[in-house]
């Protein structure tokens, strides 16, 4: 079981340097290609993998998903950030809406958030029963378990922020118009009940780290350097090698023959840049 001084916030002396922009975007572009490597083999060999990402508002999810899925197939990978039930997903079983994004043969899927919203959000903000969230927390392994035995290859990552970090990142986002669509008031009345955050992620690191579907924790203080590091730790759960492929050659384009241009009044977008 992952302990709860495993993700405490490091010390001045165990923070390294911030990532340099020119470094991260080196490595990056290498990891890149593994990811292409790996979603030709997942197609290839018919894997199924899906790739769970908690956090608290401002951990990084978003950014870590945007640096994996840059470069490769939403066919293959696949995100899924479910809103908020509707009344009649509310009387269903509680994983059944998730159940129907689990991936197929050939498919990576990612979940933003997950059927652990049961565990965190709803448990602390009161949208469950504390009897519905233990209740949650003693079956979720063994959905879980059932998960695996079927051939899903199941990553769960949980991305920590410290407080300071979080604080800095949402005020960022009050001033920066791009960014203000992910401030909600949920989520600043999310912000005030730290502690109680805290307690509902020890609960549910206690009841679903389990040997076969263990929490993997990445601290997230710095954004870039998570990112290179959690799809490094992916790449080396899942096997995979270069797929076969057919040497690829354009063939010739055919001749223009009798074809012309037509004089059409086309309705160009102004280049004004």
Not at 229 to 241: A, G
Request: with cysteine; net charge positive; aromatic share 10%.
């Amino acid at each position: 079981m992952t302990k709860t001084k495993d993700i405490q916030e490091p010390n001045d002396t165990q923070t390294p340097e911030k990532l340099k922009a020119k470094d991260y975007e080196r490595e990056l572009t290498k990891l890149h290609v593994e990811l292409v490597k790996l979603q030709e083999w997942v197609k290839h060999k018919g894997l199924k993998v899906c790739i769970v990402f908690e956090g608290r508002d401002g951990a990084g999810k978003g950014g870590v998903i945007k640096a994996i899925t840059e470069r490769v197939s939403p066919r293959i990978f696949q995100v899924i950030a479910l809103p908020a039930p509707t009344e009649r997903e509310k009387s269903q079983m509680y994983v059944q809406r998730y159940m129907s994004h689990f991936p197929a043969a050939g498919e990576v899927v990612i979940f933003d958030r997950s059927w652990y919203n049961r565990a965190g959000v709803e448990r602390v903000m009161g949208f469950c029963t504390e009897e519905q969230a233990k209740r949650f927390l003693e079956l979720v392994p063994l959905v879980e378990k059932t998960m695996v035995e079927s051939g899903i290859i199941l990553l769960k990552y949980w991305l920590e922020v410290s407080p300071e970090e979080q604080t800095r990142r949402l005020e960022a986002r009050i001033e920066d118009g791009r960014k203000i669509w992910k401030l909600s008031p949920m989520d600043l009345l999310s912000y005030s009940r730290w502690y109680d955050y805290s307690r509902a992620r020890d609960a549910m690191f206690a009841a679903t780290d389990t040997a076969w579907a263990p929490w993997y924790v990445a601290r997230s203080d710095d954004k870039k350097r998570a990112r290179l590091n959690i799809i490094r730790h992916l790449l080396s759960q899942i096997p995979y090698e270069d797929a076969p492929r057919e040497k690829i050659k354009l063939p010739k384009r055919q001749k223009a023959g009798d074809y012309r241009e037509p004089n059409y009044p086309f309705k160009f977008v102004p280049e004004t840049g």
